[in-house]
Structures are given as C-alpha cells and as structure tokens.
C-alpha cells in the first residue's frame, strides 16, 4: 500500500471491505465512527449495534449482549440476549429491593430479548 492510499479511510481506500472485519477473538465488527465504543479504528462489534438498533439506544453501562449459541459471528436477533450484570451477593434486602425497582423501571416497555422474543420460527 503506497503512503497516500494509507491515509484514506472508509470507502475511497482501495482496501474497503464494506465496513465489516473480524475480531480477533472471531466477533464481527463494523464500521461505526463517532460511536460512543468505537476505539482508534472506528470499528464497533457487531452485536453491540444490532442490539442497540433493537432497543433504540446505546447500552448502558453494566449490560452486555450475548449470543444464545455461542458462535461469535452468529448475529442474528434470535440468537442475540441482552444481559445485565446482577448485584454481588451479600447484598442488603433493603439494596436488593431498590436494585430491583431500578431494573423494572429500567426496562419497562423494553422489547424482550429472549429466545424467540421477536416470533421468528
């Protein structure tokens, strides 16, 4: 690659694979720049964005997302969860309780990412 073609980000480089590569670790990753996760590359996995796109906002800090049938390239809805890390054990009832009604508020009228929450055979 010459030095100027090095410099040349997003669709203009000749090297421009539709804006997907893949992790090391074998996650898909996508062209997302300006995305609050994106780090130097501007890239974002995959199922980070897909699942954001279904809530209709970023994720918030504590949540991740998982896939169902541990594939790291399988991206499809059905097989993605969304997930939120509990309170550690030894927790006061009194904690628990309001670490509770945080999630339920939380997550009121938030679509359900479970196995075939979206009705797909």
């Known amino acids: 690659m010459c030095f100027r ?3 040349v980000a997003g669709a203009s480089n000749g090297r421009w694979k539709g804006g997907r590569t893949r992790h090391k670790a074998g996650y898909v990753m996508a062209w997302a720049p300006g995305h609050p996760r ?3 590359g501007q890239y974002v996995f995959e199922h980070i964005l897909m699942m954001e796109q279904v809530l209709g906002r970023y994720l ?3 949540e991740s997302v ?3 049938n ?3 390239d399988d991206n499809r809805l059905e097989n993605l ?3 939120t890390r509990p309170q550690p054990t030894g927790i006061r009832v009194s904690d628990a309780i309001a670490w509770a009604r945080e999630i339920l508020e939380r997550y009121a009228g ?3 990412t479970s196995n075939n929450a979206h009705g797909l055979p």
Do not use: S
């Open 5 to 7: 073609c090095r410099n």
């Open 38 to 40: 994106a780090g130097k």
């Open 60 to 62: 918030l800090p504590g």
């Open 66 to 68: 998982h896939h169902r």
């Open 70 to 72: 541990g594939v790291k």
């Open 81 to 83: 969860e969304l997930w």
């Open 110 to 112: 938030q679509v359900d």
